[in-house]
């Protein structure tokens, strides 16, 4: 018996395992104690360690692009390659035409803290920064930073890491947005079962039943996108009724007139007839917030619309104005903890990144190229050419929009290397294959709350897989900066802890450090200047308030207000070209069994879902003739799958949900053929963040011969 850190995702779950003869046989249970049914990933991790599927060596490619046609070759040969076809794009066409992007297969934390997924910093740096590209980006043009850095940042100067639900001290749990039972892994819901039992209740804001729904003391059920009206229909309600705190506003609140001047039209009728919420709940839910300590979760469930960003700028505003922002058993404002433990480089570069023209807050906040934009500068060279592209851990393919595009684009790129632990659809245009370990199999650390603990190995590496940041360092060296990286397990501590020696000493001597208890917490920082470098109340934000209407939002020539936007695609739209498509499509929930795109290649994993559905209304299915578990084809004006039908009644007329993470081949086979983001647009997008719209487009279902 062993015991050890879960290696499947992100979330540092303890483990105890069945290890046998250098295999995983069996994984016990979880240290905390999570029943089987939150975190089935995990349970079946020796799956993906002995999967006959693996990439055991370098592969490189031998026939053409899109033929799955490879030879196996050692690391040099392939690191010589690397380095030859790299260096003479940089030669012929200059560094910035290298591009690189890093997905949810290079969470773990020692790569993270090297490509800087987390961007806390005024420093400019990336893998290829060194030589001079500034277009070094990840799967945050998809993912997060709409909900995590924009709206926060926007409205209070703050980064949204910082906001932390108080579930153990709130009277009320609001759930929006987010769906805790399937986190990465499931801590938070954990969390939220445990308050539950001490009083708090819980209410949940989604499109349709979801596992939180069940264990809810109340949900609420809303058409997909349409959550930035209810919000201000909220608002308009509240103020009515002379709810807020005039002094409150005119102490903290900057541009609230102007907003009150435009959600004064979002009337009750409306609302109901536009979001499908009953004035009962509207009433309830602004009366619950106002009136109570109430704590907030949400995630990415709001970004995927035209309106997206503001309408979670306008959630934290409902949730400031109403009080139950940095009290106890509201959202905590957590101290700001400046991470500067890693071993960091930074760089000049002098062009201008993919997409800064189109989304340039992007790049005032992210110092990243937004890589919907990519198609344009290898297919079109907008806003130059880009040559060659490095992929860590990310299914380019699968999680962009319209797939077919991005498709296009691999095949176009003069030079290809893709980093993973299976083949994917991505490996097909690949011109190099390297293997990745998992967490299981490499050696790194984890940070907690309270400590740091060294993750050790628990297997040795199947074939010849390299954790990532190993290859990273291989690659950098070959093009001449390998210094910047850890070239083995002794470095990576070295670096990972390069400005904190205490915790470097003790994870050698100790392999675990703790830290102290922390100072008692502080509520409401804003009225005592603990939030602004010059010591003032308020906040850091341009007029020193919290913003309702945006200087920084107008000053690069957007709309200030937290406005709602009528989708490009939607039910309200009323554009002809839409008339054939009946249905609002949503995208992109997690299921329990899988990991985004991941492990759908697991027969074990398969047997709990072993293929895609798409969530329809029962009315819905019955004017179409269908039944449930029917094999149905979705369509829209992209493109068409083949998926099954899941009939209920709590998901409102017109609505569906389609499950995400198939198209590769090496998936199961009704997962192979459905890829969702063949159906989507990547130029349909939020303005302000380049966000594709995955959740309020339209399609038909119909039943499949």
């Given at each position: 018996m062993k015991e050890a850190i879960c290696g499947i995702c992100p979330g540092q779950c303890h483990v105890s395992l069945d290890v046998d003869n250098g295999h995983i046989k069996k994984i016990?249970?979880?240290?905390?104690?999570?029943?089987?049914?939150?975190?089935?990933?995990?349970?079946?991790?020796?799956?993906?360690?002995?999967?006959?599927?693996?990439?055991k060596t370098p592969l490189i490619r031998t026939g053409e692009k899109g033929e799955n046609s490879f030879r196996e070759a050692s690391w040099e040969e392939a690191i010589d390659l690397i380095c030859e076809k790299f260096s003479n794009i940089i030669k012929n066409y200059g560094g910035h035409s290298l591009a690189s992007v890093f997905g949810r297969g290079a969470f773990e934390l020692s790569t993270s803290d090297f490509i800087s997924l987390d961007r806390n910093s005024d420093?400019?740096?990336?893998?290829?920064?060194?030589?001079?590209?500034?277009?070094?980006?990840?799967?945050?043009?998809?993912?997060?930073?709409?909900?995590?850095?924009?709206?926060?940042?926007?409205?209070?100067?703050?980064?949204?890491?910082?906001?932390?639900?108080?579930?153990?001290?709130?009277?009320?749990?609001?759930?929006?947005?987010?769906?805790?039972?399937t986190g990465s892994p499931p801590f938070e819901y954990h969390r939220l079962l445990e308050a539950k039992k001490k009083g708090a209740k819980i209410i949940v804001v989604d499109h349709y039943k979801t596992k939180m729904c069940e264990v809810a003391d109340k949900y609420i059920l809303?058409?997909?996108?349409?959550?930035?009206?209810?919000?201000?229909?909220?608002?308009?309600?509240?103020?009515?009724?002379?709810?807020?705190?005039k002094n409150f506003i005119e102490e903290y609140c900057h541009g609230f007139n102007e907003y009150a001047k435009y959600f004064k039209d979002f009337d009750m009728d409306s609302c109901v007839k536009r979001t499908g919420v009953s004035e009962e709940d509207i009433k309830f839910l602004a009366n619950t917030i106002m009136d109570n300590t109430c704590a907030l979760k949400m995630y990415t469930g709001l970004e995927y619309t035209n309106s997206g960003m503001q309408s979670i700028r306008a959630l934290y505003l409902l949730w400031f104005l109403t009080k139950n922002i940095d009290v106890k058993g509201g959202l905590l404002i957590a101290p700001d903890k400046?991470?500067?433990?890693?071993?960091?480089?930074?760089?000049?570069?002098?062009?201008?990144?993919?997409?800064?023209?189109?989304?340039?807050?992007?790049?005032?906040?992210?110092?990243?190229?937004?890589?919907?934009?990519?198609?344009?500068?290898?297919?079109?060279?907008?806003?130059?050419?880009?040559?060659?592209?490095?992929?860590?851990?990310?299914?380019?393919?699968?999680?962009?929009?319209?797939?077919?595009?991005?498709?296009?684009?691999?095949?176009?790129?003069?030079f290809f290397v893709t980093?993973?632990?299976?083949?994917?659809?991505?490996?097909?245009?690949?011109?190099?294959?390297?293997?990745?370990?998992?967490?299981?199999?490499?050696?790194?650390?984890?940070?907690?709350?309270?400590?740091?603990?060294?993750?050790?190995?628990?297997?040795?590496?199947?074939?010849?897989?390299?954790?990532?940041?190993?290859?990273?360092?291989?690659?950098?060296?070959?093009?001449?900066?390998?210094?910047?990286?850890?070239?083995?397990?002794?470095?990576?501590?070295?670096?990972?802890?390069?400005?904190?020696?205490?915790?470097?000493?003790?994870?050698?001597?100790?392999?675990?450090?703790?830290?102290?208890?922390?100072?008692?917490?502080?509520?409401?920082?804003?009225?005592?200047?603990?939030?602004?470098?010059?010591?003032?109340?308020?906040?850091?934000?341009?007029?020193?308030?919290?913003?309702?209407?945006?200087?920084?939002?107008?000053?690069?020539?957007?709309?200030?207000?937290?406005?709602?936007?009528?989708?490009?695609?939607?039910?309200?739209?009323?554009?002809?070209?839409?008339?054939?498509?009946?249905?609002?499509?949503?995208?992109?929930?997690?299921?329990?069994?899988?990991?985004?795109?991941?492990?759908?290649?697991?027969?074990?994993?398969?047997?709990?879902?072993?293929?895609?559905?798409?969530?329809?209304?029962?009315?819905?299915?019955?004017?179409?003739?269908?039944?449930?578990?029917?094999?149905?084809?979705?369509?829209t004006k992209r493109g068409e799958i083949e998926v099954f039908a899941k009939v209920i009644e709590d998901i409102l007329p017109g609505d569906t949900e389609l499950n995400f993470g198939g198209g590769n081949e090496t998936q199961g086979d009704y997962w192979a053929k459905a890829n969702v983001n063949s159906l989507t647009d990547n130029s349909n997008f939020d303005e302000i963040t380049g966000f594709p719209v995955f959740k309020q487009l339209l399609c038909e279902v119909i039943k499949a011969e």
């Open positions: 016990m249970k979880s240290k905390e104690n999570f029943p089987a049914a939150l975190c089935l990933r995990g349970l079946y991790s020796e799956d993906v360690l002995n999967s006959p599927d693996r990439i420093e400019e740096f990336g893998f290829f920064a060194p030589i001079g590209s500034p277009n070094n980006g990840s799967v945050s043009s998809l993912c997060y930073v709409s909900f995590g850095v924009f709206a926060p940042m926007l409205n209070f100067g703050l980064m949204g890491k910082r906001f932390v639900p108080d579930y153990e001290n709130a009277d009320y749990i609001f759930i929006w947005g987010c769906h805790p039972p809303i058409k997909s996108g349409m959550d930035g009206v209810l919000i201000h229909t909220i608002f308009n309600y509240l103020n009515s009724i002379n709810s807020f705190d400046k991470d500067n433990r890693v071993k960091r480089f930074s760089c000049k570069t002098y062009c201008k990144r993919i997409g800064s023209d189109e989304f340039p807050l992007f790049e005032k906040f992210l110092k990243a190229p937004q890589l919907t934009q990519l198609p344009k500068a290898v297919l079109e060279g907008n806003p130059y050419y880009v040559k060659g592209l490095l992929s860590i851990g990310c299914a380019v393919t699968s999680v962009f929009p319209q797939s077919q595009l991005y498709e296009e684009t691999l095949k176009k790129l003069d980093v993973d632990r299976f083949m994917s659809k991505d490996t097909l245009y690949a011109d190099v294959v390297l293997p990745a370990t998992t967490y299981y199999e490499d050696q790194s650390y984890c940070i907690y709350k309270d400590r740091v603990e060294l993750r050790n190995r628990v297997v040795d590496p199947v074939g010849q897989a390299k954790p990532n940041i190993q290859i990273m360092h291989l690659i950098a060296k070959s093009l001449g900066y390998g210094d910047l990286y850890p070239k083995d397990e002794n470095e990576l501590l070295e670096f990972a802890f390069y400005n904190k020696p205490e915790i470097l000493r003790d994870l050698k001597e100790k392999e675990v450090h703790k830290f102290s208890n922390g100072s008692e917490v502080k509520y409401e920082k804003y009225r005592t200047g603990n939030l602004r470098r010059d010591k003032k109340p308020g906040f850091e934000t341009p007029t020193g308030k919290v913003e309702f209407d945006s200087e920084v939002l107008k000053s690069y020539g957007y709309e200030g207000l937290p406005k709602f936007v009528i989708g490009k695609e939607s039910i309200e739209s009323e554009k002809d070209e839409f008339k054939d498509y009946p249905l609002i499509l949503n995208t992109g929930a997690r299921i329990q069994s899988t990991f985004r795109t991941q492990h759908l290649n697991i027969d074990n994993l398969l047997k709990h879902q072993d293929r895609p559905y798409i969530i329809l209304n029962i009315e819905d299915a019955r004017k179409r003739q269908i039944q449930d578990e029917d094999k149905v084809i979705v369509k």
